[in-house]
């Protein structure tokens, strides 16, 4: 099955630095990558997502790469603010025309933003 | 759209008591849904998949007969902890996408924080 690697598992940025979290994935059948946010006891809020057929994709602070040859994803979260700390998963899945997908998270990296 | 809603938030228990965690689609008809398990500090580890009218999908070392899975609807999956113990306190979270053509994120409800005393 799908295994997904994150790094760093801990992060302390001081505000309006930038953040950059790390995966990797083993299947190449994997299609769709998203990121996930987690605050403490509340359910993950997807963030931004990004598709195998695109290379990047940028959402305000937020961006996305993704190299399919070397099978890794990033997140990059610019101009950091301490409302930006929490729980960050990356994630990789196999979807179909159905809607159907099996996600495979990764260990998660607690951002903490230094005000 | 694409809410998930998933009750109850929290449950507190006896050891040997039965609990039922009820995932619901309420804007989106979902045949798939999912169920994880995330200890303190942990990432979500999925447990299994339920399917709308059939049997669920168990991931490799959960036991199916302690947690019971029931997809009776397109919008409702239930999860029953048989019997719990102190080692089943843990949150609980479901997941559903809406069933539309092509890929679609997952949306979470809001966890089941399971205590067993």
């Known amino acids: 099955g799908e295994n997904v690697e994150q790094h760093p598992s801990t992060l302390s940025v001081q505000e309006g630095d930038s953040a950059v979290i790390k995966c990797t994935y083993s299947d190449s059948a994997s299609n769709y990558f998203p990121w996930y946010k987690q605050e403490l006891g509340k359910r993950p809020q997807l963030i931004i997502d990004i598709r195998s057929n695109v290379g990047e994709k940028k959402d305000q602070r937020i961006a996305v790469t993704l190299n399919k040859t070397a099978k890794h994803f990033s997140l990059h979260i610019t101009e950091t603010q301490p409302e930006d700390s929490a729980v960050y998963f990356c994630a990789a899945s196999m979807g179909n025309s159905g809607g159907y997908q099996k996600v495979t998270f990764g260990t998660g990296t607690k951002l903490q933003v230094i005000p | 759209g694409a809410v998930v809603s998933q009750h109850p938030s929290w449950v507190i228990c006896k050891s040997g008591t039965s609990v039922k965690i009820e995932c619901r689609s309420l804007d989106f008809q979902a045949t798939t849904m999912f169920w994880y398990r995330q200890f303190p500090k942990q990432s979500l580890m999925l447990m299994a998949t339920s399917n709308e009218g059939s049997k669920a999908t168990y991931e490799q070392g959960v036991e199916k007969d302690k947690f019971l899975i029931n997809h009776a609807s397109l919008t409702l999956s239930t999860l029953t902890v048989t019997s719990a113990h102190p080692e089943d306190s843990s949150f609980y979270i479901c997941?559903?996408?809406?069933?539309?053509?092509?890929?679609?994120?997952?949306?979470f409800g809001d966890g089941t924080r399971l205590s067993i005393l």
């Open positions: 997941s559903a996408a809406p069933l539309v053509q092509g890929d679609q994120p997952q949306h």
